[in-house]
């Protein structure tokens, strides 16, 4: 009965002694996941706080430059235009300028043709 009790009782300190070992990476890993989360959280915090009160007010400023901008833009158009009996003077033919060696095939117009900002190239190429 001794041998089957120190048999027990090493077996008994083995699982003691291994439970010990598994409870304390158990601590750590989970000690480690807590820091993880916390530092995800004040990371979250930064930034949305970064976007509250530098990413909309930036926005916001660019706008009412750019609305500025544009509106300055349109004036002196409609400027220009009443200099010119209500339209804009024509466009200086440089050789340069929408020079195209063979038409798109679409046409002499690039995909984008805007015929309030571009010039119409397909009245050029009928001539």
């Known amino acids: 009965m001794s041998r089957a009790l ?4 090493a077996s008994r300190a083995a699982r003691i002694s ?4 598994a409870t304390a990476v158990d601590n750590s890993y989970f000690a480690e996941r807590q820091a993880v989360k916390e530092h995800a959280a004040h990371t979250a915090d930064l930034w949305r706080k970064v976007s509250f ?5 930036a926005t916001i400023v660019c706008v009412a430059w750019v ?3 544009e509106a300055e833009h349109a ?3 409609e400027h220009i235009k009443a200099e010119n009996g209500g339209e804009l003077p024509e ?3 440089y050789d340069y300028l929408n020079k195209r060696g063979k038409p798109f ?3 002499m117009n690039t995909l984008f043709f805007n015929p309030h900002s571009n010039k119409n190239l397909e009245e050029g190429a009928e001539e």
């Open 105 to 107: 095939p679409w046409g």
């Open 91 to 93: 466009t200086p033919a």
């Open 6 to 9: 120190s048999l027990s009782l």
């Open 67 to 69: 609305r500025n901008v």
């Open 53 to 57: 009160f530098v990413c909309i007010p």
């Open 75 to 77: 004036e002196h158009i």
């Open 18 to 21: 291994s439970r010990r070992f």
